[in-house]
Structure formats: structure tokens, C-alpha cells
């Protein structure tokens, strides 16, 4: 499925807690199918025209490319209520010639008429003179023709350039492949079916191709043969990695291969099921998500299956490794075990979050990878797919496993999966099997009514504790709304202090006393010891100030994770109005001497929100004047490896590095922005790329940075000359670093350019031009300007990140007019959460302005 989270990982900035439920409402009856009759089998025939290559020769007419594909579907299906209608998906294609058939009495029926519906429920409605009976079993024939879609989604277009072949003299040459991309509702488009999740079936494919290229699918090829000199059939039934094959030559294939056999063998031992499909993995020039689980057909964008060594840094082996073992779990919580409907996507991505931790730690436990932390139309269906479906339910399923007890969860997974296996699910089909768990072990948890506060709730809660009277009360953590929401969740907290006690407590109503939470002798209370409930912990000031003297004087007291959680909470409690500004800002002092990753990490995600509101004030000054005195400690513990351009053997070191040098940079520690600026000059003047690939990315930005149109050019050229997939992504994200306004305007209008950046890039080009302060009105403009285009892939996200600077009246009615002017695709919700945030953002600058102004001067006078 979609995966969100590639940006927060290539960002390496954690997802934040959401604000909005997992699970809504299903839509109406007339947005979705009637399941009058049910599909139980397609056999499918497609053939696709295009030409995977067209070499122009002198004094030869070459082939016209072609990007049309036709073809024919028989459906077999079971009446389950009588009707003399059929109502199954088709979009954008030209759908003639259905006939309808009796299976148990071969007689044919009469077609009335078909018809497309013109809404959003894309459905074909197809009439029949006479009724269709209960029980019996029918046929439906459709004919369908299309065009290869550009937007990366159904059957669509994707090119790369080929290297000289030996044997040919022709230079450089364009190949063309079809892919296809069908989550969530993009099957339709490429021929007629039934394009729900519960309306699973067996497929019978048969793809017509021209002669010398290869056709794959989810099953297992049966037969390959030529129909004539031009044209061939492929009929579908260990692992495989496809990819160009200079990369796969090149060994850029080799780190997914081997682990992919190591991932498979723990999710087998895992979940008591074998995998029995064939599986092919196939990285793609093209793909509109970082990859698809297809069950047996796993694809890739080449960045996220391919690994070059000597140009990929080691990290880039960690986002390898999770995005193999994500799809690979998807092959059972999702494509084994599939949910009812799209509102509960949470148990295929929550579940593919959560597994994905256990299957990296079990093959690569040196990365020590973090545990993690229903809607009606198309378009909202699309908008189900972002981090918070992935990341809420991966941080209730760890929950829910920490109460239970890893024995009684693994094992609830085990009963989910065997009893349920190739059928639909609801989450109330989990609880029943936590419950069958749970039932073989002392103790019990109501499970269901636990989980529901959780899964049937919007958002999560805040915990107040004071330490004086041991009193505690819940409430909904809302960031913008200070009235009462009425929720309440069932909470598991785990408590320890300064004096050693710990304990588990339960919250099951609005207040409570709890002597655990009473503080002993001026001892410390810390609530949700390393980070296992889904809260926020406020507490009294008194207890605030000891936990921060804790982290300033003996950081090794306070557990590793909560050092981060504390800052997390205390500046997310001060935007909610529940702590002051000062607090928040107080709990990074203890910084100047850390260098764990964890606190770093959560420091600079939430001050990245003050580096947002005020880079255009006079703020900054003194904010950054702060943030190089804090990081300098952490920039000097690593700055021998750094000036060798080396890294340390840790995996989590390695990640603290990075964050080292691209905030010591970016605040300007001059020691950091003249190694980094020596480092890329020596590249440009001796050809040599000496910067260790670790730290590419990060240097080659604050150089292109720190420099100017000289670098930027050398940067660009090496984009556009480069085949390596990695040292690609590593110059494209540099060139948005430069603070040169009519650099940043030309990197913009190359993505109108598909040669120069490919379509699925543009999103990513336009947000961080809009993440660079020099580039933001750039980008805005830009977006507006050309959004027919720049919005066709990821349009929520783009709009997300272009607008999260806004805080200004002016830029609130800018938004409010694109809003009501523009066509905005599956984004409209994302232009409305905008506006409410630059709301807020107003409220806060002008509420705190003052405040962090004076905070800063006195930190740095």
C-alpha cells in the first residue's frame, strides 16, 4: 500500500500523534457496490501496444509509439439477491459488447442497456430483461479499451534511459515498460470489476505483448507462445528481483535479495503460515508510492529496493530493509487476510507497521530500530492513506501487546490469521482472537472494550498528574479547542520514579487517585515509562522542574525513550495551552550535553515548528544563535569522523551524525559550514567524490547551501548525468538547498520537464524548495500557477508541506481563495486542515512572539 512514511524516514523525523480517527463511519448504499451478485473468478485477456523501444535509424521510418491496450473479461458470479441489475467499476475506458450468461443453464440473457454512472461511484450499471435468481451462477462478458495512464496509477506509462548496448551502435536509448498501480481504486481503470476490498476473487490472466518482452503478474507464468513474428502471450499461474538491467548487472539488486528469504522465513515461524504464492520484486523507474504489496508481485520505486554500493549511504539500507519487511507482511495482513472496507485500513497497515519493526530487528538488529509509535468517495478513500492510518494503529497494536504480554499477542496473530485466512476481517475479528489467546493464559483484559476506545475514538487522551495529591485526570489532547470532548479511554500507564517504584496503573474514567502517583520525599513521578501507552503525560510545575534538574544532572536516570517523550510532550502540551511556552523551551537545556539520538531527534521536530513560525522575524537571530550552542557538543563528539569523512560503526551513531552536521550547518557553526563547503570543492575540482556516502545528502546541501551558482550547476549536471539511483535522489535534494531565488525558480520550472524530473518527484521537488525559508513564496506560486500538473501525484502532501510556513493574515486569504478557485483533486480536505492550521499558527505567533523572543535573548546574552 501507500507508504507515507518513506518521507518521514528520508526526513528521519518521527510521525507525530494524529488528531483524527482511525476507523469512520462505511459510506452510503449508493456510493457502494449492492452486492446483489458476488465475483468468485476472472479470466481476464489484455494485450498492450506499446513498444518497449524505438530506435530512430537513418533513412528508416520507425514505429509511431502506441499507448493503447484493449481487451476482454468474463466474470463468473453467484446471485445472492434476486435483481435484473449488475452493478460492478469501470473509469475512463470505452466498455462494449456485454453479455450475460447462465452458467447452470447456459442460456443467455437479453441486455437491456449499460450505462456508466457520471459520479464519483464510478459504477456500471448494466440492465438485464429478466432477473437473475438466488443461488444460481452466472456470467458477464465485457469488452474494454483504454490509453496507458501518465499519472502512475491503473495500467500506466513509465520510461528509462537504457546505456549503450556492446552489441548495437546506437547510443543512449529510451525504453518503455507498462506497470501497474491498483490500490485503492484503480483497477476499475484498466478493466471492469468489482473494485472493493471484500469483493475478492480468483483471476485467470492472459497478457498479449510484443515479441522479446516480458510479462509478469502475481501467479507464476504457464505458458509463453508466440502468436506470430510480432507478437507473443504470456498465461499466468525462488524469489525474483527485477530491475533495468544495468542496475541488476551493476549488483544494485543484492542487498534485497539477500534478506528477502530472511524476512519470508521469520514471518513464516511468526505466523504459523507458510508462504506458498511465488514472489517477484521489481523495482520501477516509475511508481506513484514508494512500493505496492501486489500478492506475489511486490513493486518498488528504484530507490527503495536498489542499494549502490559505494554512493548509498549504510541508512539507506535501514529504509531497504523496512520497506521489504512492511510489503512483505502485507503477503498476510492484507492480501491473505483482507479488511471488509477502507475505513479499516488500519488492520492491513497498522499491523504492516507493527511487523515491520519485530522482522528489521530479527535480520538487522544492529539498526535498532524504534518500535512505532470510515469515509465515502474516492477521493477520501485516497485520503485514508497517510501516516496516521499507518502509525496509530501500529502504536495500538504495540499497546495492546505490552498489556497482554508478547506470549498472548504473538499467538492472538496466529488464531487471526489461520481463521480467517483468504477471508475479510473487522477489528472486532482480532479482539475475538486476542480473546481465544487470552483465554489459555491467567489474567484477563476486556480486550474489545479496551481496544474500542481506542480504534472508535478520534484522537487520543492527555494524562494530568499531581504529584502532591496522587490525583489524575483524562481528557482528549486537542491542540486548537479547550472544551471538554466528552471521550474517555481505558489506559494502561506504567509508572516509575526517583526512588525505584513502578507499577502498572489503569485510568477507566474522567479522575482518579492513585497513591502511585503520589511524589515521596521530593522524588520525581514519571508516567508512561518507555513510551508504551499512546498519551501525553502532563504534570504539576514541581514535578516538571524535577524531572528537567533529572535530565540536566543525571540524564542516565531518566530511560532513554522518555528523554525524547518529555520534550515531545511538553512543547505539544504548550501549543495545546496546558504548559507555558517557557517550559517547553526550558526542557531542551539538558541538550548541550546529550548525544543520543532519540532527544536530538524529538528537539528538532518540535522546534522545527518555532524555526517555521519565526525564520522571517526577528526571532531568529537569537533561535539560532541558540541551537549552535546547543549542538556544538553533539557536532564536536562526532567531528573526527566527520572531518575524515568517516562514521562511526553504530547504526544509531551514524544517524546522529547526520542530524549533528545539518543542524550545526544550518545555524551556522562556521567549523561545520567550511568542512562541508572544502568537502563538495574537492569534488568539483578534482573529480573525485571523497564524501563518505553516509554523508552525502547532508553535505552536499549545506555546500550547495552556502554557496552559489558555481555549485549549483556542478550539482545539476551530476543529477543529469548520473544513472545511480541514490546519487540522484542525494543531487536532487541538494539543488533545493541553495538560497539563490532564481536558482530555486529554474529547479521549478524543470519539473514541468519529465526528462529533466520525473513526474513522481515533482511533489517532493516543489515541498522542499517550500522548506527552504528562501523558497517558500517560490514554491506557493509555483504550486498554483501549474497545479493541473504538480498535483496530480500526492496532491494532500504537497499541499501539507507547501503551507506549513503559512502564518500571516495575508497568506490565510490567499488560501482561502485557492480553496474556493481551484479544482483540487483528492486535496480538498487537506487545503481545509491547512486553513484551520494557519488559524492557529496566527493565534500562536502573535500569542508567543514575545515571549520566545525574550526566552532566546536571555539563553544567548
Known sequence: MVIVYNMELKRLKPTPPPTVPVTTLAPPPEMRLRGDVLPESYQVFIQVYLYSRIIQEVN????????????????????????????????NQNVSRPVVVDRDSNERFYVESYSLHQDESHFLEISLEEAMEVGRNYSLFLAFEGELSYDLNGLFLSSYREGKPEHEEDTDVDRYLAATHMEPTFARTMFPCFDEPAMKARFNLTVIHRTGTTALSNE?????????????????????????????????????????????????????????????????PDLSSLAMENWGLVTYEEGGLLYEEGVSSYLHKEMIAALIAHELAHQWLGNMVTMKWWNEIWLNEGFASYMMYLAVDHVEPSFRMPPPDEVQTTDEIMSMFDSITYSKGAVVLKMLADVLGETVFHRGIQIYLQRFRLKNTDQYDLWDAMKQSQSESPGRVDIEKVMNTWTNQIGFPVITINTSSGNAYQKQFLFNDTSESGLLWQIPIRVTSGSGRSALEWIFTKTAKKDTFISKKGEWILANVNCTGFYRVNYDQTNWARLMNEMETSPENIPLLNRGQLIDDAFNLARAQLVTVSLALNSTRFLSNETEYIPWQFAVKNLEYFILMFDRSEVYGPMQMYLQKQVTGLYNYFRNYTDNSTVPEDHVSQISQLLAIQLACSNGLPECVTMAQDMFKFWMTNNTNRIHPNLRSVIFCQALAAGGSKEWEFAWEKYQSSSDTSEKDQLREALTCTKKIWLLNRLLDYTLDPDKIRLMDV????????????????????????????GLLHPSYLISEVTRRFSTPFELEELEFFYTKYDLFSASRAVQNAIEQTKVNIQWVKDNKQTVLDWFLTETS
Open 60 to 91: 528508416v521510418t520507425s514505429p509511431n509509439q502506441t499507448y493503447f491496450f484493449d481487451g476482454n473479461v468474463t466474470v463468473h458470479l453467484h446471485c445472492v439477491q434476486k435483481t435484473k441489475s449488475i452493478f460492478l467499476h469501470s473509469r
Open 763 to 790: 511533489s517532493s521537488v516543489i515541498s522542499s524548495v517550500a522548506q527552504n525559508e528562501a523558497g517558500q513564496a517560490l514554491a506557493w506560486n509555483f504550486m498554483r500557477a501549474h497545479w493541473n500538473y504538480v
Open 220 to 284: 507464476a507464468e504457464a505458458d509463453n507462445n508466440l502468436i506470430d513474428e510480432e507478437w507473443q502471450y504470456t498465461r499466468f499461474q525462488p524469489t525474483e528481483t527485477y530491475a533495468r538491467p544495468e542496475a541488476v548487472e551493476a549488483g544494485h539488486t543484492a542487498y534485497a535479495d539477500s534478506i528477502t528469504g530472511k524476512i519470508l522465513q521469520f514471518y513464516e515461524n511468526y505466523f504459523d503460515i507458510p508462504y506458498t504464492q511465488k514472489l517477484d520484486q521489481i523495482a520501477l
